[in-house]
């Protein structure tokens, strides 16, 4: 329980700050650290598997991808980080909104009662992956070849 | 242990903060940033259902977004940096052939 709030803690204030910060590389450490509170989170929910690779794709690969991209369009003549006062009012109320709608919908929702997973398996994600869903698992991995190309191609000087 | 529907409103209250970002920024990644958050909080709920019923279903299909945000996040970032190479800014007020 304590482990819960604690979480949610460092979750919610270093999201805070990636929205507010000014510097896009603190906003981007600041990413990092509400991505390493949710492997923790995933722990907590009995999803190791989950917590591993959330690691190792978004701390280890996303972050350095967006570090390198923050570097590579740094700008030094923009100073002007959000929009208007206009749109930060519209923003707060909406994004208010639909949080209100959302914690009054979970709240309103009886929920059935099942048993919590007690164990961690990550065998049986394995098994989920490449029997039930095998189909699935194939087109995820052509997906991942056509953006890697389509990357490649748009990151492409033009002249080259 | 926490229950369900605290880890729902956890990930409700993240992905606010996220669409927040989304509207209010205009550098294009401090947008990317905030998708993240949200596709965050979207994961954080799978693997709380997941948990929650007792089966592995919930980590598998977190395990899916989680990838299909990489590919997303790999081909934004290319665009971004044409964007940039091409308008000299990543602002988003600047890209407006489309419009």
């Known amino acids: ?160 | 242990m926490a229950d369900l529907e605290m880890w729902l409103i956890l990930s409700a209250v993240l992905f606010s903060v996220g669409l927040y970002g989304v509207i209010v920024r205009l550098n294009a990644i401090a947008i990317l940033l905030s998708i993240e958050l949200m596709v965050n909080a979207v994961n954080i709920n799978l693997a709380a259902f997941g948990w929650a019923r007792g089966d592995y279903t919930g980590q598998m299909i977190a395990l899916f977004a989680i990838a299909l945000t990489v590919a997303e996040v790999a081909v934004g970032l290319a665009i971004l940096i044409q964007l940039s190479r091409t308008h000299k800014s990543i602002e988003l007020d600047v890209a407006t052939e489309l419009m």
Do not use: C
């Open chain 1, 1 to 160: 329980m304590i482990a819960f709030y604690v979480i949610a803690a460092v979750m919610l204030v270093a999201a805070v700050k990636v929205v507010r910060s000014k510097d896009l590389v603190r906003g981007v450490l600041w990413l990092a650290v509400v991505l390493g509170a949710t492997a923790v989170a995933f722990i907590q929910l009995k999803a190791d598997i989950l917590a591993v690779i959330q690691i190792m794709l978004y701390t280890g690969g996303i972050i350095t991808l967006m570090l390198f991209s923050v570097l590579l369009t740094w700008n030094r003549d923009e100073g002007k980080p959000t929009a208007g006062h206009h749109r930060q009012v519209t923003g707060l109320l909406l994004s208010s909104a639909i949080a209100g709608i959302f914690i009054a919908a979970i709240k309103r929702t009886d929920m059935p009662e099942t048993t919590p997973l007690t164990v961690s398996d990550p065998q049986a994600v394995g098994a989920l992956f490449l029997q039930q869903h095998v189909l699935a698992f194939e087109a995820l991995s052509v997906l991942l070849l056509a953006a890697m190309i389509g990357a490649i191609v748009l990151a492409r000087r033009r002249d080259a």
